[in-house]
Every structure is written in structure tokens, then in C-alpha cells.
């Protein structure tokens, strides 16, 4: 996804002029994820996506300077995803987001090969691919064929907003054979019907082995069988832009992981990156040189 990043002071005015510093930035939810893996020493990190002509060549580069190495299916006929991040540098640089898919969730079983897995020790997957029917069949089909291989698979569910129209019990259903669930608060409380983090949390480790809620400037609940297992705090961080961040948290979680530490020390990891993450603008993590 291409980001268009707006960081504005105060509400914005209705009908005219809002002052703010825009940028525009690679982006997306896997392919941000999979950037902070590299970046946390991940080994040999791939990324499956869908692009539009308009953007390819751009966004190739980007992912093979943060150390990714892009599997990118050229889409003729829809222009790359964009999304329009409208930051308030005022309210703790929270985000709002207005999305336009395009080219990124026409991703379907057509673009899979088993191939992609070849070498490969963990799976990740963006819950953005749950909300069109042509990436639903697509994650079934990498599911499968992971689970064939012996290989873990993670994956966020990344927009609460898209969430809540698709279901949870959808959600839940569309699931099956995932590993390990990186929610953000909000994600967990509207899958589960709580208001409660916690709770939230502990619920869904009955329906998937390891869940990881994330909570922002409230660190994040580790949960197994049932149970939250541990409460790690967070990093403290003076945020400028929160975009990102939770792929930030996931990608160097998976990392830590993949280096052999266990789901809290990884989560410990995850919250360091996701306060470097809101310290700057975009959902980046630096380039190397």
C-alpha cells in the first residue's frame, strides 16, 4: 500500500483549510511487518503481495533497501492500495485511516505457489486479507498448504473498522489453523463481545494456541489455554505518528521468535519496536545507511 501521511494540530476545519506536513510513504500492513522483521535480524524475509503498474517499480525498491525481498504480482488492471493517514500530532498522534484497497486484496489462490514456502520457517498474514472474497480463498489455500509443510502461522487482524463488518464469528471461522493471533485491544474486545483487554485476550487463546494482544502505551497481554500467561509493560515513547506501530510490534515479535525466544521475551521485543515505530513518521523502520 502507498501512505499518504497528513500530521495536523487540533480538529479539522469543516469546509476549508487544515494546515498539516504530508508525506508520501510505503506502507501496508505485511509489507510493514515484514520490514521490521529484516530490521530485527529476521533471516532471508519474503513478501507476497499485489501491486499496481503505477507503483511497482517504487515499491520493489523500497522493500529490497529495508532488506525484504519482494514477490510482487503486477496487477493491469487496479492501481496499488492507498490509504490516507490523517494524524493528529495533537491527541497523541493517533491516526485515522481512509482506505482505498485497490490492487492489494485482488490477491487469490492464483498467486500462491507452494514454492513460497520453500525454506521458509514461519507464515505470517495480514487479516486485511479476510475482507474480499478473492484473498479469503487465498489465505485458505496458504493455510493449507503451511500446515501440510509443518509451518507456523501467525497472523494480525488489522483493522477494526473492516472487523466489525465482516464478523467475528466470520472471523473466527475464516481462522482455523492459525497459530498465533496478534490483535490490537480493541481487535480482541470486538471478537470476543468484552470489554475487558484481558479477558478479551484469554478468551481467544481457546480458539487459537497463542494470542499476543497488543495495547499501545499499555504494552501487551501474552494468553495461552485460556489464560493470560503474561502482562508485559510498555516502552515509553513520545509518539509523532502511531501508524504502523502494531506492525512494528508484530514484525520484531516474529522475529524474536524465529531467534528462538519465547513468546514473552518476544513480546518484549515487540513493544520496543513499537515505540521506536511511533517516534517516527510513517510505519517504516529506518533504512539501513
Known amino acids: 500500500m502507498?501512505?499518504?501521511?497528513?500530521r495536523h494540530r487540533g480538529p479539522l476545519a469543516a469546509?476549508?483549510?487544515?494546515?498539516?506536513?504530508?508525506?508520501?510513504?510505503?506502507?501496508?500492513?505485511?509489507?510493514?511487518?515484514a520490514c521490521w522483521a529484516a530490521h530485527r535480524g529476521a533471516p532471508d524475509v519474503r513478501l507476497l503481495g499485489r501491486v499496481g503498474v503505477d507503483a511497482a517499480a517504487w515499491h520493489e525498491r523500497e522493500l529490497t533497501a529495508h532488506g525484504v525481498r519482494p514477490r510482487l504480482v503486477v496487477d493491469e488492471r487496479a492501481p496499488t492500495g492507498m490509504v490516507i493517514c490523517l494524524v493528529d500530532a495533537e491527541a497523541a498522534a493517533e491516526r485515522t485511516f481512509l482506505t482505498d484497497s485497490g490492487a492489494s486484496l485482488r490477491l487469490d489462490p492464483g498467486d500462491w505457489s507452494d514454492a513460497l514456502l520453500d525454506g521458509v520457517a514461519r507464515l505470517h498474514l495480514s487479516g486485511y486479507l479476510l475482507f474480499s472474497e478473492p484473498s479469503r480463498a487465498f489465505v485458505t489455500v496458504a493455510v493449507r498448504a503451511a500446515?501440510?509443510?509443518?509451518?507456523?502461522v501467525s497472523l494480525d487482524p488489522?483493522?477494526?473498522?473492516?472487523?466489525?463488518?465482516?464478523?467475528?464469528?466470520?472471523?473466527?471461522?475464516?481462522?482455523?489453523?492459525?497459530?498465533?493471533?496478534?490483535?490490537s485491544r480493541d481487535e480482541a474486545c470486538l471478537l470476543t463481545g468484552l470489554s475487558d483487554a484481558a479477558e478479551a485476550a484469554a478468551r481467544l487463546s481457546r480458539h487459537v494456541p497463542l494470542v499476543v494482544a497488543k495495547q499501545g502505551a499499555q504494552g501487551a497481554l501474552?494468553?495461552?489455554?485460556g489464560a493470560v500467561c503474561a502482562r508485559v509493560p510498555a516502552v515509553p515513547a513520545v509518539p509523532r505518528d502511531t501508524t504502523g506501530a502494531g506492525d512494528a510490534f508484530t514484525g520484531a515479535f516474529l522475529a524474536a521468535l524465529l531467534a528462538g525466544a519465547?513468546?514473552?521475551?518476544?513480546?518484549?521485543?515487540?513493544?520496543?519496536a513499537g515505540a521506536a515505530a511511533v517516534a517516527r513518521v510513517g510505519g517504516r523502520p529506518p533504512a539501513p545507511g
Do not use: Y
Open 147 to 152: 500446515r501440510a509443510r509443518g509451518v507456523p
Open 262 to 272: 519465547d513468546p514473552e521475551e518476544a513480546a518484549v521485543q515487540g513493544c520496543g
Open 158 to 183: 488489522a483493522s477494526a473498522g473492516f472487523l466489525a463488518e465482516l464478523g467475528a464469528g466470520r472471523f473466527l471461522a475464516l481462522i482455523e489453523g492459525v497459530d498465533v493471533l496478534l490483535p
Open 15 to 33: 469546509g476549508t483549510d487544515t494546515s498539516a506536513v504530508i508525506r508520501t510513504l510505503p506502507g501496508g500492513a505485511g509489507a510493514n511487518v
Open 222 to 225: 501474552v494468553a495461552r489455554s
Open 2 to 6: 502507498t501512505d499518504v501521511v497528513a
